[in-house]
């Protein structure tokens, strides 16, 4: 019955947009709880922003592949600072990265957040010894998203085929359910050298990473 969701409207009555939308939430609850409980804090939440479990999300592929390119995109940085120190010297590297999380479609994830972000704040310190660079360092992974129904068309959800995002525009122009912001915040640290010198320009390179425990809750 939803089909026409290429309308930016629905023309259905708030009602019974809010009626699906709820019966959407009942029906997942057994199968994706978190897609269920953020559905219905849209409803009933009144905007208030919701942090979530980094647990749970480092759970999905999704977000992995936009830690570990953040990750690279450090360690170049990092390979590329090195061969500017002088013997004995050290100093400080500061800077982020951000990568796009696309959700993969059929995962609890794509219900929750279809696109994202992960914001890396970074914050290292090199020092030189000979040929060798050590390496020690900080990174704070910060992950958002609005819970807003504006982005695409429509979205496939089992028992009730192509739901259009304008059921959730009208819901909140209805003042029947409001948009909020979904966050989550963990750290990683890294462990690492950097062999520099000799007749290579590139520094050969070695890097361990590690979750703090703390932030896996």
Not at 105 to 113: H, K, M, N
Not at 170 to 181: I, K, P, Q, S, Y
Not at 193 to 203: E, F, H, I, L, P
Request: proline fraction near 3%; aromatic fraction near 12%; charge should be positive.
């Amino acid at each position: 019955m939803f089909l026409r969701g290429f309308r930016r409207r629905t023309g259905k009555p708030s009602r019974e947009l809010a009626e699906l939308f709820r019966s959407i939430a009942a029906e997942a609850r057994g199968i994706h709880p978190m897609a269920s409980d953020f559905l219905t804090h849209f409803m009933d939440g009144a905007g208030a922003a919701r942090t979530m479990s980094p647990r749970w999300l480092r759970s999905f592929k999704a977000i992995r592949k936009a830690e570990e390119k953040n990750h690279r995109r450090f360690e170049r940085q990092l390979a590329r600072a090195a061969g500017e120190i002088g013997d004995g010297d050290s100093t400080w590297l500061h800077d982020h990265w951000d990568a796009r999380v696309n959700a993969f479609i059929g995962t609890e994830l794509f219900y929750v957040s279809r696109m994202s972000l992960l914001r890396s704040q970074g914050s290292f310190v090199l020092t030189r010894s000979g040929a060798e660079v050590r390496v020690s360092g900080t990174v704070r992974h910060h992950w958002f998203d609005p819970y807003d129904w504006d982005r695409g068309r429509w979205v496939y959800i089992p028992r009730h085929g192509f739901v259009p995002i304008a059921v959730g525009r009208d819901l909140v122009e209805a003042d029947e359910a409001r948009n909020f912001l979904m966050e989550s915040r963990h750290v990683h640290t890294v462990e690492g050298t950097c062999a520099v010198g000799g007749r290579s320009r590139r520094a050969r390179t070695s890097f361990a990473w590690a979750l703090t425990t703390t932030e896996q809750r």
